[in-house]
């Protein structure tokens, strides 16, 4: 197993922001693979339908062998815990809030657990989300209630981050 020295590079925690198709993911995945050897792709999402197979499928195929994939849907602090000796990259924070929503779990109690399990970890961890808040209101009760959700969740994020990327048009900009 590689010591902290190995990928001391990276910032105990990195936090990737951007909008659907900006090149986030990408950009997280380079920042990882520039600074370890061997990483963690903690996947939050979930296949439940073939266009999301795929979507699945084309984020798999970009990667090498150097990464192990961990699908996790709800979880994401349990991980964290379990994996101090490789670097993580968590993918995404914003689809993990989804799966909880969509669960009836409490996003306020989860991200509690979540920052927790990140103060606990050695690092490094890579977490990317989506910037919901630079769009309209939504419509409807439930969709701003994962607006608003989500707005919170990467305010405290990057509030504890030591790193903050927002990624535009697959430009990534240091926030912090």
């Not at 380079?30 to 499928?57: N, S």
């Not at 959700?149 to 240091?174: H, K, S, T, Y």
Request: neutral net charge; charged residues 25%.
């Amino acid at each position: 197993m590689p010591d902290r020295a190995e990928f001391s590079r990276l910032p105990r925690l990195t936090f990737v922001l951007g909008g659907a198709r900006s090149g986030k993911s990408a950009y997280a995945e380079a920042l990882v693979e520039a600074a370890a050897l061997q990483a963690i792709y903690l996947a939050a999402a979930t296949a439940g339908d073939e266009e999301m197979r795929a979507r699945i499928a084309a984020h798999r195929a970009r990667r090498g062998a150097r990464w192990t994939t961990i699908e996790e849907p709800l979880e994401l602090p349990a991980v964290l815990r379990g994996e101090p000796r490789r670097p993580v990259l968590v993918e995404c924070l914003t689809l993990w809030l989804a799966n909880l929503m969509a669960a009836g779990r409490r996003p306020d109690s989860e991200t509690a657990a979540l920052l927790a399990a990140l103060e606990e970890g050695a690092g490094p961890v890579v977490l990317v989300a989506n910037e919901v808040g630079l769009g309209i209101v939504p419509d409807n009760a439930l969709a701003r209630r994962f607006r608003d959700a989500a707005g919170i969740l990467n305010q405290m994020i990057a509030r504890v981050a030591d790193e903050v990327e927002f990624v535009v048009a697959g430009l990534p900009m240091r926030v912090k």
